[in-house]
């Protein structure tokens, strides 16, 4: 199952287009991208490795950089400031969700305008405390066209009608992935970002979905059915 994530996670940056993403080398066991908008190189193994290849490491030691590991056997690169995030990968195999509780204050929608999809931005990137992703150009995380790349998929959480969660999906034709859960701190402990989970997961009954997560979000993520498979490593640097 790390295999899924590391494929979908890669097609679902690749999909965002030429002028969002650059693919920089490419091989069955590592993809590089430079992030054009987001002003970084982004390496994701496809199957365990020990090592970086040269090519690669190169690559990543131009900048600012993430190696997004989902197999969690590469080491972390010999890059100045380089830190290590470890996040348990968790599977859940094709069938029905189960039934969310309603909430009478809780709205949650699939996102269709830019206005929503600033929105869902918004509430992402302060969420996960990443202002430098919004304060200069909102649109680097989730550009307008993002409504428009085939298989990708934002939500919204709306409480009292003011935006709360969020999260996307990304659908690669054999797996859906589910990225940036996330709730804002005020909004935090109602169960929020469960049952947005549950809402994204409901349009994707017929496919096997992978997600990477805090330990923090493992028990509402065994509720739906998933299990851990790995324990990734993200190599992050500035």
């Known amino acids: ?29 590592l993809v590089v991208l430079r992030e054009t908008r987001l002003g970084r190189t982004r390496a994701v193994p496809r199957r365990p490795l020990r090592r970086l290849p040269e090519a690669a490491a190169e690559l990543l030691a131009s900048g600012p950089g993430i190696v ?13 400031g380089a830190t290590t995030v470890r ?70 959480a709306r409480r009292q009608r003011v935006p709360a969660a969020a999260c996307y999906t990304y659908d690669d034709g054999a797996t859906v992935g589910v990225y940036a859960v996330t709730t804002l701190p005020e909004q935090r402990g109602r169960g929020i970002a469960g049952l947005l989970l549950a809402r994204a997961l409901a349009d994707h009954g017929d496919r096997r979905a992978v997600l990477a997560t805090t330990a923090a979000g493992v028990p509402a993520c065994r509720t739906l059915g998933f299990t851990e498979v790995s324990e990734a490593r993200w190599h992050l640097w500035r």
């Open 87 to 156: 996040l348990p990968v968790m599977a859940r195999s094709p069938g029905a969700v189960p039934p969310a509780p309603r909430k009478a204050d809780l709205e949650i929608t699939r996102v269709t305008d830019r206005e929503e999809l600033a929105a869902a931005e918004g509430v992402i990137v302060h969420g996960l405390a990443r202002p430098d992703l919004w304060s200069s150009a909102p649109g680097r995380l989730l550009p307008p066209h993002a409504l428009t790349v085939p298989g990708l998929r934002v939500w919204l």
């Open 1 to 29: 199952m790390p295999e899924s994530y590391a494929a979908n996670a890669a097609a679902r940056r690749i999909g965002l287009g030429p002028d969002h993403v650059e693919v920089r080398y490419d091989s069955p066991e």
């Open 68 to 80: 997004e590991d989902p197999f969690g056997t590469l080491p972390a690169p010999r890059v100045a």
